[in-house]
């Protein structure tokens, strides 16, 4: 029988990367995987919807591109080449995990996998494995409604809409999260005549509301018609999608996307037999991620927490260095959420809202695309970056709605992770002319030296 010093259970962000930071950092690593390598993100998730959202994008820069001069004719749209690279891309990515694996002695494990003791695993078709440590990192997939049926022809998933074979004349998506609203901006660029419903009262309810409207508008304006607060009472579909809605309204559309969120990937486990516990359909873990059996971790969506493919990374690598004898402890405050809209939108940190609750004394500052000169050359004016402090400049949050938000974030994360203050911030040189400018900008506003705005 083969021995690891570690074994993880799926092949996601916080499978994958686990294991290659294992391997980096000395451990015999084992990946156990039943279905694709790279999981949900790489093949279902993350990489093949920002591939199509990629394509979109550029369909809107060919709509305004007599604005900069350049006369674009009787351009066409092939989905199907659009899909088609789609999947080319992420056959690409998840043949560079393979490679990666293999060059760092990461042993990939195909079947499904139970965890039996402490330290076994039993591999189906394969047997059992022993490993010192095990981290479980199983992931999660779309919810459904019990008043409809998912069919994946006329009714899809977040899932197995990136297999439609062509844009619907009309979609009704049904769910105004992230994932909804990404979506609805992509089919609606491709033509689609697309209704967003959703039961809270704002769209991507996890950010702020002046976010959220601002959001809403542009969906709006751009022909998505949008019904908040009303809960879908069902769906029929002996001819084409009729969604009936809270408030006596039928929506017809030739498909529809149900797109509600995630519940965790727990069951065939072998959780309770193993001595594992479970709450409210997630792993139990303490802080340094460790489930009641000491040598036990989980990560990633199958325990609490932001259901994100970067905070899973994050999560795998913190179990990885508490199993090496660290005692790193989860702090989930520092985590970006990032949405790919129209523009797009990114946060970390407490929004606004929630600051003005949690510190009374909160200072907002904001600073508008508007009057940057990147961004209105590149004719991407709309929008703002929002800091948030405490009077002393300690960051407590910052959002971003606009171009580039989300890899603009990235800057905030480092600047709240490592506690730098607002002040400092705008002292840091951003190179001319750029987008960042803007970060330096709203800390600027913040610290009451506004340079480019009044």
């Known amino acids: 029988m083969i021995s690891y010093d570690l074994a993880i259970i799926g092949s996601g962000p916080g499978g994958y990367v686990t294991g290659l930071y294992a391997a980096r950092r000395g451990l015999k690593t084992c990946i156990i995987e039943k279905d694709l390598l790279g999981g949900t993100c790489l093949n279902k998730g993350c990489i093949p919807t920002k591939s199509l959202l990629n394509s979109v994008s550029i369909i809107a820069r060919l709509k305004s591109a007599a604005a900069y001069g350049v006369s674009v004719e009787n351009y066409s749209v092939d989905f199907e080449k659009m899909m088609s690279r789609k999947e080319d891309v992420v056959n690409r990515l998840r043949a560079g995990i393979e490679t990666l694996c293999r060059a760092n002695k990461v042993e990939l494990i195909k079947g499904s996998a139970s965890v039996t003791g402490p330290d076994t695993i039993t591999v189906e078709g394969r047997g059992e494995l022993t490993s010192k440590n095990i981290i479980i990192a199983s992931g999660s997939r779309p919810i459904g409604l019990a ?64 976010v959220s409207k601002k959001l809403e508008y542009n969906f709006k304006r751009s022909g998505i018609e949008v019904f908040l607060s009303r809960v879908v009472e069902g769906i029929e579909t002996s001819g084409n999608v009729t969604v009936r809605i809270a408030g006596g309204k039928s929506i017809d559309a030739e498909k529809a996307l149900v797109s509600i969120g995630r519940v965790s990937n727990i069951e065939g486990l072998g959780l309770e037999k193993a001595g594992i516990r479970t709450r409210d359909g997630k792993i139990c873990v303490d802080k340094y991620l460790r489930t009641e059996i000491p040598s036990i971790y989980a990560v990633g969506d199958c325990v609490s927490g932001p259901q994100l493919a970067h905070k899973a990374s994050y999560d795998g690598i913190l179990a990885v260095d508490n199993i090496l004898g660290g005692e790193r402890k989860a702090d989930y405050s520092n985590i970006p959420n990032c949405v790919w809209t129209e523009p797009e939108i990114a946060s970390i940190g407490l929004c606004e809202e929630d600051a003005k609750a949690a510190h009374p004394d909160a200072k907002i500052a904001k600073f508008p695309y508007l009057a940057s000169g990147k961004a209105y050359l590149e004719g991407e004016a709309e ?57 330096q900008e709203a800390c600027h506003v913040f610290c009451g030296t506004p340079i480019h705005t009044i």
Not at 156 to 180: A, T
Not at 386 to 414: H, M, Q, R, Y
């Open 147 to 210: 008043n409809i049926k998912i069919d994946h022809k006329k009714i899809f998933s977040s899932e197995s809409i990136l297999n439609i074979k062509s844009v619907p004349r009309s979609l009704v998506i049904i769910g105004g999260g992230v994932i909804g609203c990404e979506f609805a901006g992509a089919f609606s660029s491709l033509g689609a005549k697309v209704t967003v419903v959703e039961m809270m009262d704002r769209l991507v309810a996890g950010q702020s509301r002046e």
């Open 383 to 439: 929008g703002f970056v929002k800091v948030i402090g405490t009077p002393a400049g300690e960051i407590i949050g910052v959002e971003i709605f606009g171009k580039d938000a989300c890899n603009l974030i990235g800057e905030a994360a480092l600047a709240k992770t490592r506690g730098v203050n607002i002040k400092d911030w705008s002292r840091v040189v951003h190179g001319h002319p750029t987008l960042s400018e803007i970060m």
